[in-house]
């Protein structure tokens, strides 16, 4: 994704409990909701973003937890 126009920046979260149900959160910033959306029509990112919601065996919910920033990612 850090390819497509309009990135600009990506940062991992890592989860400060072990007992938080997401230890990995991930954010980014796009320059606009249109880049965001052209993005992530992409074929590729659907086809992934399908299988992994196939796999999943309960929806995912909001889960709150304190998190700190473990990776940087820049265009």
Do not use: C
């Not at 850090?2 to 910033?29: C, E, I, M, T, Y």
């Not at 909701?33 to 086809?47: G, H, K, L, V």
Request: avoid cysteine; aromatic fraction near 10%; hydrophobic fraction near 35%.
């Amino acid at each position: 994704m850090s390819a497509k126009p309009g990135f600009l920046d990506s940062r991992l979260h890592r989860a400060r409990s072990s007992q938080n149900r997401f230890q990995l959160v991930n954010v980014s910033h796009w320059e606009s909701e249109e880049a965001w959306e052209s993005a992530t029509a992409d074929t590729e990112f659907q086809e992934r973003t399908r299988a992994a919601r196939e796999d999943l065996q309960t929806p995912i919910t909001s889960n709150p937890g304190l998190y700190d920033v473990a990776a940087e990612f820049f265009a």
